[in-house]
């Protein structure tokens, strides 16, 4: 891709130059003549913080509302981040942080498509289940939260980070690299929640600025296709022009405020041509555009992209370094008639499931309780004092304490995430370390920690006693993880939607001298540093490949489809025992956010409710492709759902639904009042939007 010079526009550029005005109802209906792919960008809503700096719930709903009457042809809503904040559990009703954020984000931005990126908040709060699975659940992510999408010919990358608030996991990053590959060929843009260090603001070491930025940087040199980084957490607006790219802090909708006032809420809004990328700062709060304040907080690169308004919409997932055995859960929400469906597989370089087991990922933060020490992927129990950087490796102090423990993860947020390892397999642990001083008494044991998404702790598995001599040594231990048939979890039950996740520690007694570690290592058993046979079973239909498969060498099989609402991929390889794949559906035609969805013999068939934490329990449908007519777009206190899509022959939609809650409603969008509306108690037609109430299980008829 050829890139033209930077041009920075200023505010010369008017909003009347970038915005057609056209009634919010109409929003996303696809002019199909339109020649600009228009996206805005929220983050940071906080909501649950409680602070005099948060803005009240119905100021952010408002300045939702205020976005989308501005902004009324936008093709696109996103959020990057931080949709609660970690104190909401001293709410009365733990859940309405996250409720709040799905009424009034997620469900409040009307006909558009929504995709969200996870921040720390989400991550690291202190809740007793899986975070992960918790932020999926709400944003509607299908597997894990790195994933990406292609929309008009534009390819977008969610990339969040994960384990801490500035660390980008290992199989992240092997799953990165597959993702590019395959799309090496379209414009890129990548919404994260950090920012990359030595480009917008914020490098507060262990909590701000992506911990390997020099690493990221060195993908974009090679990825010139990638024309953005757009990003939250900072919660101030700004616009940097770096090496051919933007890079993009992406304001506030909430949280503190670094302008004091001078802002407000807000966002920002994007227009994607063939031409070029234009970033416009917004405040909602104050209605106007930003660059009245500074000038560089609208920018264009002139740039040639892929941008096509007749191009297929894709959705694409998966997981890097996945091991020989694991059950990954896949929730469907994007779904269309004439889906083609596709595999990637590629190899992993180790066996290594750990991330940073050499301990070479370290930094010191200034918290206000002090000095915190991270390492970023393991935990020593007695905090800053139980160690020292070694650079790399880590000193364990000697003490007088009974146990010393060196886990990876750490067994706190972690243990609800990392991780994910199947059931029922052999297991090596091994050490590297160095014993200082004379012999002691030192003793060492290998455990592995197996818990549920809940937390709760399945079984420890432990080795025999391992006593230490003085020096350099290594030592490394065979360990059976059992069925666990008692518990419902993914391996006794498929259907069931609790993972495992398995936390490896070395455990010592007797520390009456220093001990260095080298490296703990967690791999599945194995017979080579290669990936061989790799493959995966989907929903029992095995797709397999034979022979080395070489990171880097990437495998294509196409899927037989259609998949259930909810599927689960199991991992088949043996060499290393890990395999990093992707699964994309491109010829997407809806988003069904809220509850799982699949297509199945000439009809859509939405699932059970996924997302029980906002009260309206609604599931929300919108387009993804252009030229779309009449459709059904939001359905309350309802589930299981046959839809047959509006017809033209015989001009009409029909829903039979399946399960009722209570008095539910259905909401249909078109922009002519239909003639007939059937199986209903009540219908009104209002703003392009038909209501019809339903008191019990019916088929609703709608005819136009």
Not at 95 to 110: E, N, P
Not at 274 to 298: G, N, P
Not at 307 to 321: C, E, I, L, P, T
């Amino acid at each position: 891709m050829q890139r033209r010079n930077f041009i920075k526009r200023t505010a010369v550029l008017s909003a009347a130059a970038f915005i057609s005005p056209r009634i919010f109802a109409t929003a996303n209906s696809y002019n199909t003549k339109k020649e600009i792919f228009k996206g805005f960008i929220v983050s940071d809503s906080h909501f649950g913080w409680a602070h005099k700096m948060q803005p009240t719930i119905k100021e952010q709903a408002e300045a939702v509302k205020n976005i989308l009457n501005k902004f009324a042809d936008l093709d696109i809503f996103l959020d990057t981040g931080d949709a609660h904040h970690n104190d909401h559990h001293n709410n009365a009703n733990p859940h309405k942080a996250r409720k709040d954020w799905v009424d009034i984000i997620q469900g409040g931005c009307g006909q558009l498509p929504f995709y969200y990126v996870i921040g720390n908040h989400e991550l690291r709060s202190n809740e007793d289940d899986d975070p992960e699975m918790r932020s999926n659940i709400m944003g509607s992510n299908t597997c894990r939260p790195y994933y990406s999408f292609d929309m008009q010919g534009i390819h977008f990358i969610s990339f969040p980070q994960l384990i801490r608030a500035t660390y980008i996991t290992e199989e992240a990053w092997d799953w990165l690299d597959l993702d590019l590959a395959i799309n090496k060929d379209k414009t890129i843009v990548m919404l994260s929640h950090n920012n990359i260090i030595g480009t917008t603001r914020g490098n507060e070491n262990g909590y701000r600025g992506v911990m390997d930025s020099d690493k990221m940087v060195d993908i974009f040199k090679k990825n010139k296709n990638i024309i953005a980084w757009m990003h939250g957490h900072n919660h101030n607006f700004e616009v940097i022009n770096r090496d051919d790219m933007l890079f993009v802090s992406n304001g506030r909708i909430g949280g503190f405020d670094p302008s004091r006032g001078k802002y407000g809420i807000g966002g920002v809004y994007f227009e994607i041509t063939k031409e070029m990328l234009t970033v416009k700062c917004y405040s909602a709060e104050k209605d106007m555009f930003l660059d009245s304040f500074d000038v560089s907080l609208s920018q264009t690169l002139d740039v040639k992209t892929t941008f096509d308004n007749k191009a297929d919409f894709a959705y694409s997932y998966g997981v890097g370094g996945a091991v020989n055995g694991e059950r990954i859960p896949a929730y469907h929400h994007h779904v269309g008639e004439n889906t083609k469906s596709e595999l990637f597989l590629t190899g992993c370089e180790n066996a290594v499931i750990n991330d940073d087991h050499a301990m070479t990922k370290y930094t010191e933060r200034k918290a206000y309780h002090g000095l915190d020490k991270i390492l970023f992927a393991a935990k020593v129990n007695h905090g800053n004092a139980g160690f020292e950087y070694a650079n790399p490796g880590i000193r364990l102090k000697a003490n007088d304490n009974w146990w010393t423990t060196l886990t990876m993860p750490s067994d706190n947020y972690d243990k609800y995430s990392y991780y994910r390892c199947p059931l029922g397999q052999k297991y090596k642990a091994s050490i590297d370390l160095d014993v200082k001083g004379i012999k002691g008494t030192q003793r060492l044991w290998f455990r592995l920690h197996i818990y549920d998404l809940n937390g709760r702790k399945l079984r420890i598995v432990q080795s025999d006693q391992i006593i230490l001599g003085d020096g350099r040594q290594q030592f490394d231990c065979l360990l059976d993880v059992p069925n666990l048939p008692e518990f419902d979890t993914i391996y006794s039950n498929p259907e069931s939607d609790n993972l495992v996740n398995i936390a490896v520690e070395a455990s010592f007694t007797g520390m009456n001298t220093d001990v260095d570690i080298i490296y703990l290592k967690l791999e599945q058993e194995h017979t080579s540093l290669n990936t061989v046979d790799a493959g995966v079973i989907i929903d029992t239909k095995s797709y397999q490949t034979f022979g080395v498969l070489a990171k880097g060498d990437i495998k294509k099989i196409d899927l037989e489809k259609p998949l259930e609402t909810r599927s689960v991929n199991q991992i088949s390889t043996s060499g290393n025992k890990r395999v990093t794949y992707l699964v994309c559906h491109s010829n997407m035609k809806w988003q069904v956010r809220n509850a799982t969805v699949t297509y199945l013999d000439n009809h859509i068939k939405i699932g059970k409710i996924r997302n029980h934490i906002s009260d309206k329990l609604e599931i929300i449908i919108s387009p993804l492709q252009k030229n779309i007519g009449p459709y059904l777009h939001r359905v309350r206190y309802a589930e299981n759902i046959k839809l047959v899509p509006y017809q033209s022959k015989n001009r009409s939609i029909k829903a039979t639904i399946e399960n009722v809650f209570q008095n539910a409603e259905v909401d249909f969008y078109s922009t002519k009042k239909p003639k007939v509306v059937a199986g209903v108690t009540s219908w009104i037609y209002k703003d392009n939007i038909v209501t019809a109430k339903i008191s019990k299980p019916t088929t609703v008829l709608v005819k136009f």
